[in-house]
């Protein structure tokens, strides 16, 4: 429990999720990318080549999907792997234990989830989280054809139906009019909330950083658009993988100041001490963040507002990190390893 620190994945911090769980006066929000969790059954329309069991694969037309593949391990993993529901199983079983380990077993209230392949895998996770009591479950399939969707849990109805946003991508060339429409779009989910309040959340997975900057900038565009069109009294926050490194938060300001005109951003007014939620080669970002309308703020007029000291990155699970400190990706052969990010957490409570 607490804060993951800048220094060899060391626990910072004292903040215990969910001390206010079972009040009225507090919601409590995590969203978490969970990598790759994909069902074992071929899905139609989805390049789901790899997560397959090996009964499914052998054929001609498999073996020239897995060609397809940009690397020869990736092209190996495509051909090879048995992604049986042994392997699917233990996977769920380790998102399970991390996600029940927040609040006394019970899990944060909303959920946003990421790379999730369809509602089938999603209501299979929500099964072995019977103390979270999800009554919320929402997966829009996306436009994405690797079938890594968006999704959300929730112990709170829905008031209106779910909705998958396009992002209104504007092509600068030729590659740009090819890919932009594979992107997923941004999941909009809106929630009744105990108190008869209601709260809009957005769920997002934006362009990985192997795309251009400004994929990720038309990206926040969409959303901050999405966000003006809600009446102006609607509370909202948004959750996901956002994909902004901090060296390109950094040059860019991304987080900072295109998110940060209209939204509070969960690692820049708490989290002081942590590191991060995903390391490559050795570097630590915020890929993953909750962002919470301004109105949450000290100075907003909604009767809610953020608890900046909740804002943490659980490590609360002995499947999470490396040797070395750092997410462990799942590997059914090893002890450790769930997914390649950590989870982010926080919580709105009543002025």
């Known amino acids: 429990q607490g804060r993951i620190c800048a220094r060899s994945g060391a ?45 499914f694969k052998g054929t001609p037309q498999h073996r020239l999907n897995c060609a397809k593949q940009d690397s020869l391990s990736r092209q190996k993993e495509c051909l090879e792997g048995d992604w049986s529901d042994e392997k699917l199983n233990r996977k769920l079983d380790r998102l399970a234990d991390v996600i029940q380990r927040i609040n006394g077993g019970r899990g944060p209230d909303i959920l946003v989830v990421v790379e999730v392949e369809n509602l089938n895998v999603l209501k299979q996770l929500n099964r072995r989280l019977k103390k979270s009591d999800y009554q919320t479950e929402v997966l829009i399939e996306g436009f994405d054809p690797r079938g890594i969707d968006i999704g959300v849990l929730s112990r709170f109805p829905q008031f209106e139906p779910a909705k998958l946003h396009r992002i209104a991508f504007k092509p600068k060339n030729e590659e740009d009019k090819v890919w932009m429409p594979r992107s997923r779009g941004i999941l909009q ?37 999405l966000l003006a069109q809600l009446p102006e009294n609607r509370m909202a926050v ?80 002995r499947y999470q990190f490396s040797p070395y400190g750092t997410p462990a990706r799942f590997d059914e052969l090893s002890p450790v390893g769930v997914s390649d990010h950590l989870p982010i957490y926080g919580e709105i409570i009543r002025r």
């Open 238 to 317: 948004a959750g996901g993988d956002f994909n902004i490194s901090a060296e390109e938060d950094f040059k860019t300001g991304l987080f900072r100041e295109r998110l940060g005109q209209h939204w509070l951003v969960s690692h820049y007014i708490g989290c002081g001490d942590c590191a991060g939620t995903h390391n490559y080669r050795g570097r630590w970002s915020f890929l993953d963040a909750i962002l919470f309308k301004k109105s949450f703020g000290p100075e907003g007029k909604i009767s809610w507002r953020v608890n900046e000291k909740s804002i943490s990155v659980p490590r609360v699970s």
């Open 189 to 225: 989910v809106n929630l009744k909330l105990p108190s008869g309040d209601d709260l809009t959340v957005f769920g997002v997975h934006f362009p990985s950083q192997h795309n251009p900057t400004y994929w990720r900038e038309q990206s926040i565009d969409s959303l901050n658009q």
């Open 11 to 55: 626990s910072c911090g004292s903040y215990r999720h969910g001390n206010r769980l079972h009040s009225p006066h507090a919601v409590s929000i995590m969203s978490y990318n969970m990598e790759n969790l994909f069902d074992t059954l071929p899905d139609l329309g989805t390049e789901d080549y790899t997560f397959l069991p090996l009964k």
